[in-house]
């Protein structure tokens, strides 16, 4: 039991590169969501999803795109990268919104 | 604006001591309250959850306590071991339905030999 896998787990981009960040959980979970930790601060979240097919707007959302095509799966894209970026990304999902959240290991990204 | 605020920002123990650690919220309303351990390079991995009408909960050494009225939580460690070195982050939920959780910036607790 995988629980919840992001893909990458690094990476290094140009200013101006765009990338799609991976998220997979196999607990059948509807809920998932993705955050961004920054040294000093609380993980703030992103975007997140109630089910498939459904999408929303988190604390900041602003230069990141999402997707839940399948259930199992939360894609986070960047369309045009910036240092501001840099950050730890973390995707989670949980059985309702006020359950216990499983996250996975994460994905650090260095925005140059 | 709903804030979770922790204490100390970090602290260094001898292995087989105890520690405390504090958590005070303004979250409101409340739902529960959430402890999670981070260790370097890993995601949060949950340790305890309670809501508004527990007081105490327990993890193995992990023991958290909940005060609703002044809106504090601390998470107790006993017996410290070398592999709870790890950052200890209290999160808030404000109620049924709400997605945003309230996290807190953790705490970094480095237990040693």
């Known amino acids: 039991n995988a629980g919840v896998t992001q893909t990458p787990k690094f990476r290094v981009l140009k200013t101006g590169q765009s990338m799609t960040l991976l998220c997979a959980q196999d607990?059948?979970?509807?809920?998932m969501y993705w955050y961004r930790q920054d040294p000093g601060m609380g993980l703030r979240l992103i975007h997140y999803s109630v089910g498939e097919g459904t999408t929303a707007k988190g604390e900041v959302p602003d230069g990141y795109n999402v997707s839940r095509l399948k259930k199992q799966n939360f894609l986070l894209g960047l369309e045009s990268a910036a240092p501001s970026q840099t950050s730890v990304y973390f995707c989670?999902?949980?059985?309702?919104?006020?359950?216990?959240?499983?996250f996975g290991q994460g994905t650090r990204l260095t925005v140059v | 604006k709903n804030q979770v605020e922790q204490s100390p920002q970090s602290l260094i123990i001898l292995e087989g001591k105890n520690c405390t650690l504090q958590?005070?919220?303004?979250?409101?309303?409340?739902?529960?309250l959430r402890w999670y351990k981070q260790d370097t390079g890993r995601g949060p991995v949950s340790l305890t959850i309670?809501?508004?009408?527990?007081n105490t909960k327990s993890n193995g050494r992990y023991t958290a306590t909940l005060d609703a009225d002044t809106k504090q939580s601390s998470l107790h460690i006993t017996a410290s071991q070398l592999s709870d070195s790890a950052s200890y982050i209290c999160?808030?939920?404000?109620?049924?339905?709400?997605?945003?959780?309230?996290f807190g910036a953790g705490t970094t607790v480095t237990v040693r030999a």
């Open positions: 989670a999902s949980s059985v309702r919104p006020n359950t216990e959240a499983f």
């Open positions: 309670m809501t508004f009408s527990e």
């Open positions: 607990m059948n979970h509807e809920y």
């Open positions: 999160v808030v939920s404000a109620g049924l339905g709400d997605y945003k959780l309230s």
């Open positions: 958590c005070n919220y303004t979250v409101s309303p409340f739902s529960n």
